[in-house]
């Protein structure tokens, strides 16, 4: 019977982001962009804090820029919408996502389908989540 091997996850995870950054420097070297995450935070709940701050963190090792865009709990739906339109187009963010939860007065079916599809990193718009 064999035995069950544990595996340490931190090492691994730790150990990818050490190769993606070689990769990341590799593209600095060659001059090509680096890629660029944006996070958009509605609100101050103190668990998705502290979770964007390990997504920041993450970034940082593995050399990806990284945006946060931090809103007030008040924001509307409509400036929510602007704020992904914008980051859709914008050339140094690749991947995107919105920090749940967000605030209940905001329509999340419309903010997120702005998200556009290749920068959706949580596979959240309804197309995503179709090919999920």
Request: aromatic residues 4%; hydrophobic residues 40%; proline residues 5%.
């Amino acid at each position: 019977m064999s035995k069950a091997k544990v595996l340490d996850g931190r090492r691994t995870a730790a150990e990818l982001r050490a190769a993606i950054g070689e990769k990341v420097r590799d593209l600095q070297r060659e001059g090509k962009r680096v890629p660029g995450l944006a996070v958009v935070l509605v609100g101050d709940d103190p668990a998705s804090k502290v979770y964007v701050g390990q997504k920041e963190k993450a970034c940082r090792e593995a050399g990806f820029r990284s945006f946060l865009h931090h809103l007030p709990a008040s924001t509307s739906t409509a400036t929510l919408v602007e704020l992904l339109g914008g980051i859709n187009e914008d050339p140094d963010v690749h991947g995107m996502l919105v920090q749940l939860p967000i605030p209940g007065h905001i329509d999340w079916t419309e903010a997120v389908r702005t998200i556009d599809v290749k920068k959706d990193v949580d596979g959240t718009h309804p197309l995503n989540l179709g090919r999920l």
